[in-house]
Nanobody, 121 residues
Framework: QVQLVESGGGLVQAGGSLRLSCAAS????????MGWLRQTPGKEREFVAG????????AYVDSVKGRFTISRDNAKNTVYLQMNSLKHEDTAVYYC??????????????WGKGTLVTVSS
């Protein structure tokens, strides 16, 4: 089992920045690719960003490219999502998740409980 706890969400004005953190415990963190997904009421959960176990490979949904950056610190068992130039449409509950393998950040095995990001327009 991997336990994931997100933090860093909150209320920010459009154009502002937030950094989300996700602390992992349990199994060896570096065995997993990691991802951030988000969900708004009435919509399906959406992939936002993913990172391989070493940080060597990353991926983003088109709507956040150039604004969001995913990174990880395996020594601290933590993955981050730096969000800049936030838009109202980024408002969502953001979930941290651990992928099924070191490179697969699309099929998630473990999930955090989420942290709410609200961007005021």
């Amino acid at each position: 089992q991997v336990q994931l706890v997100e933090s860093g969400g909150g209320l920010v004005q459009a154009g502002g920045s937030l950094r989300l953190s996700c602390a992992a415990s349990g199994r060896t963190f570096s065995n997993y690719a990691m991802g951030w997904l988000r969900q708004t009421p009435g919509k399906e959960r959406e992939f936002v960003a993913g990172i391989s176990w070493s940080g060597g490979t990353t991926a983003y949904v088109d709507s956040v490219k150039g604004r969001f950056t995913i990174s990880r610190d395996n020594a601290k068992n933590t993955v981050y999502l730096q969000m800049n130039s936030l838009k109202h449409e980024d408002t969502a509950v953001y979930y941290c998740a651990a992928g099924s393998t070191r490179y697969n950040y699309r099929d998630m095995d473990y999930w955090g409980k989420g942290t709410l990001v609200t961007v005021s327009s």
